[in-house]
C-alpha cells in the first residue's frame, strides 16, 4: 500500500497543469452542487413557511370586534368543507399589539394608530393549495366581511420557481457531472498510455492488479476529494458572505444563519461523491487501456 501511495504522489507531482485541470472542473462541479444544494434546501423551506402561514384573511370593519358566536358560525362553514388547516381570529386590540410590535422602531408611526382604526380579522389556512378558491369564496359570502387578502398567486408562484430551480440545477449539475468524468477519465488515460511499456513490465515480473492499477485509482480519488473540498469551501463562504444580506431579507423566515453541522454533512456527502466519480473516472481510463 506505501508502495501505491509514493507512485500516486508521483504522479501527481510530475503533472501539475493536469491536476490543476482535473481539480479545478471537479471544484466547480460540486461548486455547483453545493449552491444548488443549499438553493433546494432553502427554497423548500420558504414554500413550507409560506404553505404554513395564513393563506388567506378576512378584514372586518374597523375597531369592531366581531362576536364569539359569529366566530364559531364562519369557522363551522369553513370546517364543513374538510379543507380548512388551521382558523385564527385577530382582535383589534391584537393587531395594535402585532402593529406595535412591527413598527416600534417608529414613534410617530405609533402614535397614529391604535385599536380603534384597525379591523379585526380571520386568517386561515387550507390543507391544500387547491382548496384556497373554496374557503376564500365562503369567507365572501359571509356579511361581516369587508375586504379580502388571498395568497394563492404567491404560493403558487414560489412552487413553480422551485421546481424549475430543481430543473435548471439537475441540469447544470448533469452537465458538469459528465465533463468532470470525461477530462479526468483523459487525464488518467493519457498517463496510463504513457506507462505502457513500464506495466508491461510488471505484468511480466507478475504484479497484481491493484498494484498497476492502484496508483491510477487512487490519483482519480485524490482530484475527486480535492475538488469537492474546494467546490463545498467556495460555497459556504459565499453563504457566509451573502448571509447578512438574505437575514434581512427574509425577514421572519427563520432560514439564517445555517447549522455548521448541516454543512459538514454536506461536505461528507461531497467527498464521498467526490471520491466515487474521480474512482470511477479512473477506472474507466484503465479499462479502456486494458482492452487495448
Given at each position: 500500500?506505501?508502495?501505491?501511495?509514493?507512485?500516486?504522489?508521483?504522479?501527481?507531482?510530475?503533472?501539475?497543469?493536469?491536476?490543476?485541470?482535473?481539480?479545478?472542473?471537479?471544484?466547480?462541479?460540486?461548486?455547483?452542487?453545493?449552491?444548488?444544494?443549499?438553493?433546494?434546501?432553502?427554497?423548500?423551506?420558504?414554500?413550507?413557511?409560506?404553505?404554513?402561514?395564513?393563506?388567506?384573511?378576512?378584514?372586518?370593519?374597523?375597531?369592531?370586534?366581531?362576536?364569539?358566536?359569529?366566530?364559531?358560525?364562519?369557522?363551522?362553514?369553513?370546517?364543513?368543507?374538510?379543507?380548512?388547516?388551521?382558523?385564527?381570529?385577530?382582535?383589534?386590540?391584537?393587531?395594535?399589539?402585532?402593529?406595535?410590535?412591527?413598527?416600534?422602531?417608529?414613534?410617530?408611526?405609533?402614535?397614529?394608530?391604535?385599536?380603534?382604526?384597525?379591523?379585526?380579522?380571520?386568517?386561515?389556512?387550507?390543507?391544500?393549495?387547491?382548496?384556497?378558491?373554496?374557503?376564500?369564496?365562503?369567507?365572501?359570502?359571509?356579511?361581516?366581511?369587508?375586504?379580502?387578502?388571498?395568497?394563492?398567486?404567491?404560493?403558487?408562484?414560489?412552487?413553480?420557481?422551485?421546481?424549475?430551480?430543481?430543473?435548471?440545477?439537475?441540469?447544470?449539475?448533469?452537465?458538469?457531472?459528465?465533463?468532470?468524468?470525461?477530462?479526468?477519465?483523459?487525464?488518467?488515460?493519457?498517463r496510463v498510455k504513457t506507462k505502457k511499456a513500464e506495466i508491461e513490465i510488471l505484468r511480466l515480473l507478475g504484479a497484481n492488479s491493484w498494484f498497476i492499477q492502484g496508483p491510477?485509482?487512487?490519483?482519480?480519488?485524490?482530484?475527486?476529494?480535492?475538488?469537492?473540498?474546494?467546490?463545498?469551501?467556495?460555497?459556504?463562504?459565499?453563504?457566509?458572505?451573502?448571509?447578512?444580506?438574505?437575514?434581512?431579507?427574509?425577514?421572519?423566515?427563520?432560514?439564517?444563519?445555517?447549522?455548521?453541522?448541516?454543512?459538514?454533512?454536506?461536505?461528507?456527502?461531497?467527498?464521498?461523491?467526490?471520491?466515487?466519480?474521480?474512482?470511477?473516472?479512473?477506472?474507466?481510463?484503465?479499462?479502456?487501456?486494458?482492452?487495448?
Amino acid at each position: 500500500m506505501a508502495q501505491t501511495l509514493n507512485t500516486t504522489a508521483k504522479h501527481i507531482r510530475r503533472s501539475p497543469y493536469q491536476v490543476l485541470a482535473a481539480s479545478l472542473t471537479l471544484t466547480l462541479t460540486f461548486f455547483a452542487v453545493s449552491v444548488f444544494g443549499l438553493l433546494m434546501a432553502g427554497s423548500y423551506v420558504i414554500l413550507r413557511y409560506f404553505e404554513k402561514a395564513p393563506q388567506v384573511i378576512a378584514f372586518f370593519e374597523r375597531g369592531k370586534d366581531i362576536s364569539e358566536t359569529e366566530q364559531a358560525r364562519i369557522k363551522e362553514r369553513l370546517e364543513a368543507t374538510g379543507k380548512l388547516a388551521s382558523f385564527k381570529y385577530v382582535s383589534t386590540k391584537e393587531a395594535e399589539a402585532i402593529y406595535k410590535e412591527k413598527n416600534k422602531k417608529d414613534p410617530l408611526l405609533l402614535e397614529l394608530v391604535d385599536s380603534k382604526i384597525l379591523p379585526p380579522s380571520v386568517e386561515i389556512s387550507a390543507t391544500e393549495i387547491a382548496a384556497l378558491s373554496q374557503l376564500r369564496s365562503i369567507l365572501e359570502e359571509q356579511p361581516l366581511v369587508k375586504d379580502i387578502v388571498f395568497y394563492e398567486d404567491i404560493v403558487n408562484t414560489l412552487s413553480t420557481w422551485v421546481r424549475n430551480l430543481r430543473v435548471i440545477g439537475l441540469g447544470v449539475i448533469t452537465f458538469l457531472w459528465l465533463l468532470s468524468t470525461l477530462i479526468v477519465t483523459m487525464i488518467v488515460g493519457m498517463r496510463v498510455k504513457t506507462k505502457k511499456a513500464e506495466i508491461e513490465i510488471l505484468r511480466l515480473l507478475g504484479a497484481n492488479s491493484w498494484f498497476i492499477q492502484g496508483p491510477f485509482l487512487l490519483e482519480g480519488m485524490f482530484y475527486g476529494a480535492t475538488g469537492a473540498l474546494l467546490g463545498w469551501l467556495g460555497a459556504y463562504i459565499l453563504l457566509l458572505y451573502a448571509t447578512p444580506f438574505l437575514v434581512s431579507w427574509l425577514s421572519d423566515i427563520q432560514l439564517l444563519p445555517v447549522d455548521p453541522l448541516l454543512m459538514l454533512a454536506l461536505l461528507g456527502i461531497e467527498l464521498i461523491l467526490g471520491v466515487i466519480v474521480g474512482a470511477f473516472s479512473s477506472w474507466l481510463a484503465v479499462k479502456r487501456f486494458i482492452q487495448i
